[in-house]
């Protein structure tokens, strides 16, 4: 069964940074493409950066521009998330997901992925 799970979340300070892992079981992640999520408390889940097949890389509203970099390691079956420069509004649940069927183009709407991650916490405190 195609599975994703999430890793490296945690607690850091604000200016800190943190490198979140999502790796893929059952299907290759170069061959679709794979979005990071997520979702603070009391809101809405929100795109934060995707990857397409090709390699071609989209940060989503202001968040993350800047300051996250979304990567992946074709060898690893991983697709990574390195955050730097963390703010106490990053605190969240991180999420990877595929795009849904297999698409190859991201897109930013959580409803066009299917399969979702268990979720990594991460905390930035003051």
């Known amino acids: 069964q195609m599975r994703l799970v999430e890793s490296g979340g945690g607690l850091v300070q604000p200016g800190g940074s943190l490198k979140l892992s999502c790796t893929a079981s059952?299907?290759?992640?170069?061959?679709?493409?794979i979005a990071w999520f997520r979702q603070a408390p009391g809101k809405e889940r929100e795109g934060v950066s995707c990857?397409?097949?090709?390699?071609?890389?989209?940060n989503y509203g202001d968040s993350a521009k800047g300051r996250f970099t979304i990567s992946r390691d074709n060898a690893k079956n991983t697709v990574y998330l390195q955050m730097n420069s963390l703010k106490p509004e990053d605190t969240a649940i991180y999420y990877c997901?595929?795009?849904?069927?297999?698409?190859?183009?991201?897109?930013?709407?959580?409803?066009?992925?299917?399969?979702w991650g268990q979720g990594t916490q991460v905390t930035v405190y003051s």
């Open positions: 990857i397409s097949n090709a390699g071609a890389t989209t």
């Open positions: 997901a595929r795009r849904r069927y297999g698409l190859k183009w991201c897109h930013e709407s959580v409803n066009e992925y299917d399969y």
């Open positions: 059952e299907f290759r992640v170069d061959t679709t493409a």
